[in-house]
């Protein structure tokens, strides 16, 4: 019996310990005195001043906030009223409508996001925080139902007849007998509804626009690059709601027997509170569309010193709506929906696509002085022969970072078959992206990257398939960053920007472009065919290849610039030692992404994954 | 009696395709007990309900006080009803329960108490102020549902089968109980019950009903001794039910012989139905009878036995004090009073 007992002690804490293992490290590292996510070098508060300071942060707070709180008590009193009007309907109707109701709770999240997004689209919503606000009621609302209608159920169907017996009107029916009875469940399905939509990404993220963001939008916003001041928030959040939880765990034992009595003045307290937030709520999104002139702008996440929004928008007396992407296809989706923007800064094939299907206009270059000062290099590329339609932003390769204490420098001219040298062998990151990699094995093979040849596909996913087999690779994402800045492993594919970072945060790694030719891309500011505001569009553009914001910018994000002036004081200054700054586009087996086929897109797609499916 | 009350007036409900109340006919007096007997499914609760004001008829109408109210909400109504399973509130306690109705209409607190705690004497639970109600027992509970609604000072108090969850020794005695308590306030109680027993005891008045129409009204002697067709003598009591024709008044002819009987009024060579209740049948020697067969079965029931006698064409139950064994060859033997002449039934 007693090994039992211990086995199954054993087992709680191992349940435990996987639940809250992740949320304690989040914890910790928040107070961690280095930028570093996976070491901690010493206890400070920096980022927590640091979110302190940010404005961003304190106003997706106060949506999350606000949003959550308002779509709980709505949801909560449309979700009990359906409860138990759906009681008292014939079998069928309640079948159907708990069946309906069960959708939204078992769809994925996904589907519902893009659902409402298009709803909201296609009935002109403005959106903002009232799309977000009813977005959140909509998908709120059903876990209130299923939570509150058992309840319901469970009642004597006698009840409300008997308050009505004896003078009730049905209103006081209901308030005086039926949500006295329910109001657990009314309780737990308002926790619920308020946890769902405190800390929803999904959907907010999908319907939401001009700028509002609630707390899961900015911390995703900021996953892109390591910033810990996502752990601070996090942990703030987490600390919120465990004090939420433990004083309902208290107090509610002693709220139920005394609901009846709740005090007028907080009662009174209470609708003042909500009603307050909602104004606040409406006047903020209202406060944006009162300015003359906005320019939307859509950038990729952790792509631009923010601060020069802020000078432009005090130059040009103009608000941006600063909005961001986590990956060009979602861009696309979103674009596609019907979502209007003025400036998008994509990436070279997706341009290419945009131009292809019509989404952008050309821009007028006389308005656009500072464009003599963009390096000849980064011009007239083949995603845009001329640059009819862009303006380039940042540009770069794709290449190998390397630990110089741990591989050879002879090694290098290997090139991409570094990836294969059974040295590194369990030492190294492969990019999770299907195109960057087949891009390494076709490269690795001598064959474009474009390439549409059957054959050749073929041959790059055996290269892909062997290159697993042998090397155990590692297959991450934006988590590679951190990691080679800690030193973890020796050799990673990355991006030439994201190198420059790496190595100006540890020096012992270094980066090269392969011998037998890369990626190199470039992204680049662009009109909507939507776009109103076309001076004001010229205007930002103009400002963002301005050598003096150039500079800031590159400084910032660690990206290589277009602009010739900041690109040279780049080389000569910070970065001087940093190999990865340095595009070097001469070799001719370089090339850019190309426009894909969805056909071979499909293709790619298919065999990348039954690369990482071992 | 005195005055009318309440009149129901060819009262039908549908649910849906189903008939459930076919042209209910019923006047209802100040201070009487009237009970709605009939088997479940029949339409009680219903009338019970339309009565209330918790449904409304499908046609026909309901007249208070000579005032249509069948489309007046239930809170409106100056009646008060006792539920099957009392649905009592479970968040208030005793005290609160009885109060609600007062506690609504905002009368004054101190009346409130003084009224609830009057009430709870009647009723017999004087001290229960505090209780959780969800702990009382069911006899209990029901006190406490009574007591809920007669605060209220109705016209009128229905209460739906309100001893069906009691067990027999508590609900006789809440029979008593409730047949006083209505003497006391002295306010009509209109009273839905499947059992026969307690029909006959506890009322001023009987409706006996099935199948969504009423069969008899009448005092609980009358029902039971001149039951009108053979639904009523079968559902009041137990009886032998023989079908005859009416010869002319006060002559009826069934089992092959002409018998003497007090009823008249009938068509002459009128198909009719006969009740012989067990209790009036004597045994006497084969010589003596108006009837002869042999003893098939004698059981033994505490007060008297129960002896079934068959004859050439049917089997009679007998109850009497005097035992008979088993296949002796009896008579049986009545008085024309005990023949009680019936219309026939269609599809009974
Ligand atoms: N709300 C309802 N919907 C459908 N049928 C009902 C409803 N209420 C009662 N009935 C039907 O009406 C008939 C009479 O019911 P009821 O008045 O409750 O009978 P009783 O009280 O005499 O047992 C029954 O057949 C019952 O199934
Ligand atoms: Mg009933």
């Known amino acids: ?614 | 009696m005195s005055n009318k009350l309440i009149e129901l007036k060819d009262l039908t409900k549908n649910f849906d395709d189903q008939q459930v109340l076919r042209g209910i006919n019923l006047d209802i007096y100040e201070n009487e007990f009237l009970t709605l007997l009939g088997p479940s499914g029949c339409g009680k609760t219903t009338t019970l309900r339309i009565i209330a004001g918790f449904e409304e008829p499908s046609s026909g109408e309901v007249l208070f006080n000579g005032i249509e109210i069948s489309k007046l909400p239930p809170y409106k109504r100056e009646i008060n009803t006792v539920f099957q399973k009392y649905a009592l509130f479970p968040h208030l306690n005793v005290a609160d329960n009885i109060a609600f109705g007062l506690n609504l209409k905002k009368v004054d607190k101190s009346v409130i108490a003084q009224k609830v705690e009057r009430m709870l004497k009647m009723v017999g639970l004087e001290g229960f102020e505090k209780r959780d109600v969800t702990l009382l027992s069911g006899g209990q509970q029901q006190r406490v549902a009574i007591a809920r609604a007669l605060v209220n000072e109705p016209k009128v108090l229905l209460l739906d089968e309100p001893l069906g969850a009691l067990d027999a020794k508590i609900r006789k005695q809440m029979q008593f109980e409730l047949k006083k308590i209505q003497q006391e306030v002295g306010i009509t109680f209109i009273y839905v019950t499947h059992d026969q027993e307690e029909a006959l005891t506890m009322s001023d008045t009987v409706v006996v009903m099935n199948n969504g129409e009423i069969q008899q009204i009448g005092s609980p002697i009358d029902i039971y001794n001149e039951p009108e067709n053979r639904f009523v003598a079968n559902f009041i009591g137990e009886s032998n039910i023989i079908e005859g024709v009416m010869v002319k008044d006060f002559l009826v002819e069934f089992d092959g012989f002409r018998f003497e009987c007090v009823d008249k009024g009938f068509e002459e060579m009128e198909e009719i139905e006969v009740v012989l209740r067990p209790e009036d049948l004597d045994i006497v020697a084969p010589e003596d009878a108006k009837l002869t067969g042999v003893v098939q079965n004698t059981t033994f029931k505490g007060v008297h036995y129960e002896i079934l006698v068959k004859t050439d064409l049917r089997i009679y139950k007998v109850q009497t004090t005097d035992y008979a064994e088993p296949g002796r060859k009896v008579g049986l033997s009545f008085e024309p009073e005990d023949v009680h002449v019936m219309y026939k039934m269609g599809a009974y």
């Open chain 1, 1 to 614: 019996m007693k090994k039992k007992s211990f086995f199954s002690r054993f087992y709680v804490v191992l349940c435990l310990a996987f639940f809250y293992l992740p949320i304690l490290v989040t914890m910790i590292f928040s107070f961690n005195s280095s930028k570093s996510l996976t070491r901690m070098t010493g206890v400070s508060l920096r980022w927590y001043s640091e979110l302190i300071n940010n404005v961003e942060v304190a106003r997706a707070v106060y949506v999350s906030l606000s949003i959550a709180i308002l779509a709980t008590v709505i949801s909560t009193v449309l979700g009990t009223i359906t409860a138990i009007g759906l009681s008292s309907h014939r079998k069928i109707v309640k079948d159907i409508v708990l069946n309906v109701n069960n959708i939204p709770i078992l769809n994925p999240e996904i589907v519902t996001a893009i659902g409402l997004m298009l709803l909201f689209s296609s009935a002109g919503f403005r959106k903002g925080y009232l799309t977000m606000l009813l977005a959140h009621i909509a998908f709120c609302t059903p876990y209130v139902i299923t939570s509150v209608y058992p309840k319901v159920r469970s009642l004597d169907p006698n009840l409300a007849n008997a308050a009505m017996d004896l003078g009730a009107t049905p209103f006081e029916a209901l308030t005086k007998v039926i949500v006295p009875m329910i109001k657990e469940g009314v309780f737990a399905g308002a926790l619920l509804a308020f946890t769902m939509s405190f800390d929803d990404f999904v959907i907010s993220y999908f319907v939401t626009g001009n700028g509002v963001k609630n707390i899961s939008i900015v911390v995703y916003n900021m996953t892109k690059r390591i910033n810990p001041t996502i752990n601070a928030l996090s942990t703030i959040v987490i600390v919120v709601i465990i004090v939420v939880l433990v004083s309902v765990n208290v107090f509610l034992p002693k709220l139920e027997k005394r609901t009846d009595h709740i005090h007028p003045r907080v009662r009174r307290g209470v609708t003042i509170f909500l009603v307050a937030a909602l104004c606040l709520g409406l006047i903020r999104c209202g406060s944006i569309s009162s300015q003359n002139h906005v320019l939307k702008v859509y950038n990729a996440g952790e792509y631009i010193d923010l601060s020069l929004l802020d000078k432009f928008q005090e130059e040009y007396n103009c608000t941006v709506v600063y909005e961001t992407f986590e990956s060009n296809e979602m861009m696309y989706t979103k674009l596609a929906s019907g979502e209007s923007y003025d400036v998008l800064i994509p990436s070279d094939y997706m341009i290419e696509r945009l131009i292809k299907e019509d989404y952008l206009q050309p821009l007028d270059w006389d308005l656009i002085p500072n464009a003599s000062g963009l390096m000849e290099e980064v011009m007239d590329k083949s995603y845009d022969p001329g640059n009819k339609y862009s303006c380039p932003y940042f540009w770069g390769s794709v290449g190998i970072l390397y630990d110089r204490n741990i591989v050879d420098q002879a090694d290098l001219s290997e090139g991409w078959e570094l990836l294969k040298d059974p040295k590194y062998k369990g030492d190294l990151y492969m990019y999770d992206s299907e195109r960057d990699s087949f891009m390494i094995a076709l490269k690795a093979l001598g064959y474009s990257m474009n390439t549409v040849n059957e054959d050749e596909i073929r041959e790059a996913y055996e290269w892909l398939v062997e290159q697993r087999d042998t090397m155990d690779p590692i297959y991450a994402g934006d988590d590679i960053m951190d990691n080679m800045i800690s030193g973890n492993k020796a050799i990673a594919v990355v991006y030439s920007g994201d190198a420059s970072y790496t190595i100006s945060e540890n020096p012992d790694m270094d980066y090269f472009t392969p011998n037998q030719g890369t990626n190199i891309w470039y992204d680049a500011m662009v009109m909507t065919r939507d776009c109103s505001e076309t001076d004001l569009a010229h205007a930002f553009i103009n400002f963002m290849i301005d050598p003096e914001s150039a500079i800031a910018n590159t400084e910032e994000i660690g990206y290589t610039s277009t602009v010739k002036s900041a690109y040279d004081a780049m080389l000569d200054g910070t970065y001087a030692e940093i190999s990865s700054y340095l595009v070097d586009d001469s070799d001719p087996r370089n090339e850019i992404f190309g426009y894909q086929d969805p056909k071979i897109k499909q293709k790619y797609a298919e065999l990348w994954t039954k690369v990482k499916a071992q």
